[in-house]
């Protein structure tokens, strides 16, 4: 996110000022270094939370908000992470990552396929009803989660389906996320139609123009939908406290709350310190994936 | 959290496919179904807690397994705040676990609704028992919950802080004068480095206690307060004199430990609350000892005290085993076995066959002591509270810290918390 926020260092570059005419090399240089003093300040006061985060890991719980203020502690150890690696009533953390794990990978799969196949329909297939169907999905936006949760619980416990994966899994499949939908709609409205005309002279049927013209050239969108669908899965709470009940079943943010018992003792530690493993691999798909946002953004499909 | 006025909802929308549900099922025998050791019966038990009590109620549902082959217990658990989203979008759906370990302050909410099984028709042992405790689980005669523990309110200090200021151990014989100069002399002797405790005023059950100790009910058995707005400013203004010195912690600091408490952070040297949060002082502090006397008091015969169950079991409505849960319940509050098990990590166990069976050491022992030295003075303890307690209490302590922000008067105070409070009970008259 910070790269974005680099300004371009090339001579070419024009800065925008009042007056371009009076401006010295000097001034310039003055400009970039209170530009860049202030975003490494920002920089700081943003990201003061997460290495709070991580040196609170390495304390003893005892030292752990409260009166302590300072950020390094000197009885610094390892013991919260073993804690929290011993899992919780039986379970093993390890465990919790697999379930987050299937979870997330799940719902990027689900997404995946099933919103851009809604979306090719809606961008490029003229059915009877269309506008209307995309009317009432994007409806779907703005009916907030919270209205359809007992509904929703009550189809699913009568189906015998509450405390398996399916009620979690099954909407990402069903391209049930109208945001991703409309989000590949856009992309699909900015590609040239002339790309799939010629394809269907060609001979191309639907499946085939889908295949190999409309997904090649959604990678950007694809990408996105892929890391905002993994984010999310990852940290969704609600759903899975809803719908699982076997400790065994747990993703990470269910798993983390049971560190912190406001009716005894809590273990900040290990709390602290599982939400620093369990915001590892978030953080390593962003950094795998962050320049395809920049990508995604920039490109617009073929425009420039 | 979830509220009332979205728990109405779901439990309407509950009731309506319960019934579509009932009627297409056929009446079951009134014990419910029954197993055998060769096919055995499985019942779903939750709770809410830490890896600690996971572990201990592992064993626990282990040995009751093994002494009752016919039943086997499927055990679940979340945190405690999860745990009544999760309880109240299950009652909506008709399918709330068989047993579950309950709060007193949502027992009237599911039991007025018809949710939670009259445990007076089953069989559970409450000889044990003290009488003063039962009518806290029983609600216009009806039984829905058995306490598991109790707990009683106390003051807790750390001896080692009161030496290290040449400050004498109390020892719990105090009026609310000599409790007041007692948390001054704290502050005024640690010159700010500590402060006597937080404002107990704004605790809902410390008032409780006091209105007890003047003989006024809290609510009266209609629902409605049973104190009036003169009662509630004396109260506030007990510790009026000593808001804005060193007796009493600023909220503003108050804020800054939060999640951990002052007490916990080593910020004050006494806390007015639950003897059950010892473990968690402890842990929080780091602190060798504590220490429980109780509360003050005016008149040195009545300190207003009363035992609480700090969690009771209770049953779903809807459970097809209600032999089996019953069985599970009695178990788990009789049982000398399962006692030595949790210790006190669902509070000192309640019933008496229990309570013996059980061997305390160190803290344990402190918080049973204390409840034990206290025996001569309880009274009967009170109803469950009225539906939408916790939202009285939440504003109760909100307005209070306003009271310690300086934002409110005494009797600005009392005419807000007195317009919520009446607001709300007309709301779920």
């Known amino acids: ?304 | 959290m979830i509220n009332r006025r979205h728990f109405l909802t779901t439990v309407a929308v509950g009731t309506a496919s319960a019934a579509a549900l009932a009627a297409c099922g056929n009446g079951s025998s009134s014990s419910g179904q029954t197993g055998t050791a060769e096919k055995p019966v499985t019942i779903n038990y939750t709770w809410w807690g830490n890896d600690d009590r996971a572990e201990r109620t592992r064993k626990a549902i282990a040995l009751f397994e093994s002494k009752n082959p016919d039943i086997k217990v499927n055990g679940n658990f979340t945190d405690f705040a999860g745990y009544w989203q999760k309880r109240a979008t299950e009652a909506a759906g008709g399918g709330l676990p068989d047993v579950m370990q309950w709060d007193l302050s949502y027992l009237r909410d599911y039991g007025q609704r018809n949710q939670l099984l009259d445990l007076s028709t089953v069989k559970i042992n409450t000889e044990a028992f003290e009488k003063s405790l039962l009518p806290s689980g029983q609600i216009k005669g009806k039984t829905y919950g058995i306490p598991t523990s109790t707990n009683a309110f106390a003051v807790y200090y750390d001896p080692a802080k009161l030496a290290s200021l040449g400050i004498a151990e109390p020892d719990g014989s105090w009026s609310y004068k000599e409790f007041n100069d007692f948390l001054s002399q704290v502050g005024s002797k640690s010159n700010g480095a500590l402060y006597g405790g937080t404002d107990y005023t704004g605790v809902w059950w410390m008032f409780n206690i006091w209105l007890r100790q003047n003989n006024i009910q809290a609510f009266t058995p209609e629902g409605k307060l049973g104190f009036s707005k003169d009662d509630l400013k004396k109260w506030w203004n007990l510790t009026a004199s000593l808001r804005g010195t060193g007796a009493i912690i600023p909220e503003d600091r108050v804020t800054q430990l939060a999640p951990k408490s002052p007490f916990g952070s080593n910020a004050t040297a006494t806390e007015v609350t639950w003897d059950n949060f010892m473990a968690g002082y402890l842990g929080d502090s780091g602190a060798k000892e504590l220490k429980l006397v109780p509360v003050p008091s005016d008149n040195q015969d009545n300190l207003g005290l009363f035992l609480k169950p700090s969690m009771l079991m209770v049953a779903s409505a809807k459970t097809k085993f209600k032999d089996a849960a019953a069985r599970f319940i009695d178990f788990m509050v009789n049982d000398p076995e399962v006692g030595q098990i949790f210790k006190t990590s669902r509070g000192v166990p309640a019933s008496k066959t229990q309570r013996d069976g059980t061997t305390f050491d160190g803290t344990d022992k402190a918080v049973v002591d204390y409840e034990k030295s206290i025996e001569k003075y309880l009274k009967d303890a009170p109803e469950p509270p009225i539906v939408g307690f916790g939202t009285l209490e939440a504003s109760f302590k909100r307005i209070a810290s306003d009271l310690n922000y300086g934002k409110l008067t005494v009797d600005g105070a009392t005419d807000a918390w007195f317009k919520e409070a009446e607001d709300l009970i007309k709301q779920n008259a």
């Open chain 1, 1 to 304: 996110m910070t790269t974005m926020a680099t300004p371009t260092h090339s001579a070419g570059a024009k800065a925008p000022d009042y007056n371009p005419k009076s401006e010295s090399a000097g001034a310039k240089r003055a400009k970039s270094i209170i530009f860049h003093a202030a975003a490494l300040v920002l920089t700081a006061i943003v990201l003061y939370p997460g290495l709070w985060m991580i040196a609170s890991s390495f304390k003893p719980n005892a030292e752990i908000g409260g009166q302590n203020t300072s950020l390094w502690s000197n009885n610094f150890s390892f013991d919260n992470f073993v804690t929290a690696m011993e899992g919780i009533g039986g379970v093993s953390t390890l465990q919790f990552f697999t379930n987050s794990l299937i979870l997330a990978l799940g719902a990027v799969v689900g997404t995946i396929l099933s919103a851009s196949v809604s979306a090719y329909a809606f961008a490029r297939i003229n059915f009877p009803g269309r506008s209307l169907f995309f009317g009432m999905m994007i409806a779907t936006l703005l009916l907030p989660f919270h209205v359809v949760i007992i509904p929703q619980y009550i189809v699913f416990q009568q189906l015998g389906l509450v405390d398996t994966y399916v009620p979690l899994l099954i909407g990402k499949f069903l391209a049930a996320d109208a945001f991703f939908v409309f989000l590949m709609v856009q992309f699909m409205r900015g590609l040239p139609a002339e790309l799939d005309e010629a394809a269907r002279i060609d001979g191309a049927g639907h499946a085939r123009i889908f295949g190999s013209i409309m997904l090649p050239l959604m990678k950007p969108a694809l990408i996105s939908t892929s890391i905002f669908s993994f984010i999310w899965s990852w940290n969704d709470f609600l759903g899975p406290l809803l719908y699982l009940n076997t400790p065994d079943k747990y993703p990470l943010p269910l798993a983390l709350r049971l560190f912190v018992d406001q009716t005894q003792s809590s273990d900040y530690g290990a709390m602290i310190a599982m939400s620093v493993l369990a915001l590892l691999p978030v953080l390593l798909f962003f950094l795998i994936f962050q320049r395809y946002i920049v990508e995604g953004v920039s490109t617009q499909g073929l425009k420039g």
